[in-house]
């Protein structure tokens, strides 16, 4: 199995000043809608609203489904021998916005910059080669992933901005799964779970969520979704 992670940068919205001093003094964290309406960000959030695997500034919002990943589950990872790869995608204030057309063809797919080296290309291509499976951790990586693939499945080095939407019937070229949280109705990620798993097994994960006290949202609990093999 090819476990995939995703490097993102400090929480501050993306605007561009002279001198990064300005931006540290004038930034604020741009916290989810469902937690800025009840509270505001308060210096705790630079560490709980961040994953481990941050390294560069530039996404307005952490990438949720990493916040479960623990320097511990990394060396349990490794202790299984599932190796994992970093790439670099600046999650958009975007990711917030529900959809509101009636038809998916009438909503404007927000993008977001992301970067894949050639060597990371090469180490996914060779392992997926090999026989393993691909877990996108989260659905950022997941579009970037699908972004840089071909119709033939290779995936190349991308740099540059994702803006693919993926709704059921879409054909997955590059990930064999996903890891990711448990996302609102009517929004573009239960679009895109939905054409991953089908939407009738996530109409019923859903369902046993809710009725077993699972929790939603970017502090909520996570899922492994494994779509069954062809052959």
């Not at 916040?67 to 999650?91: I, M, Y």
Request: aromatic share 10%; glycine share 10%.
């Amino acid at each position: 199995m090819m476990l995939r992670h995703h490097i993102e940068g400090f929480c501050y919205w993306h605007y561009w000043f002279h001198g990064t001093q300005l931006l540290e003094r004038t930034g604020r964290m741009p916290l989810p809608p469902y937690i800025a309406s009840k509270r505001p960000a308060d210096a705790e959030d630079r560490d709980d609203y961040q994953t481990m695997f941050a390294r560069e500034k530039g996404a307005v919002a952490a990438p949720t489904a990493a916040l479960h990943f623990t320097p511990r589950l990394l060396d349990a990872l490794d202790a299984h021998s599932v190796r994992r790869e970093t790439l670099t995608l600046h999650v958009g204030a975007g990711t917030f916005l529900p959809v509101k057309a009636d038809d998916t063809s009438g909503h404007r797919m927000h993008a977001e910059w992301g970067r894949i080296d050639a060597a990371t290309a090469d180490r996914l291509n060779a392992a997926r080669a090999g026989g393993g499976r691909l877990i996108a951790v989260g659905t950022t990586s997941l579009r970037l992933l699908e972004s840089a693939a071909g119709d033939d499945g290779l995936i190349r080095p991308f740099e540059g901005d994702t803006a693919i939407f993926i709704t059921p019937g879409y054909r997955f070229k590059a990930v064999d799964g996903l890891i990711t949280n448990f996302h609102l109705p009517r929004s573009t990620l239960f679009m895109l779970v939905s054409a991953l798993m089908g939407l009738d097994v996530m109409k019923s994960a859903y369902a046993h969520a809710i009725e077993t006290g699972y929790r939603f949202y970017s502090y909520g609990d996570a899922s492994l979704l494994l779509p069954q093999r062809d052959g």
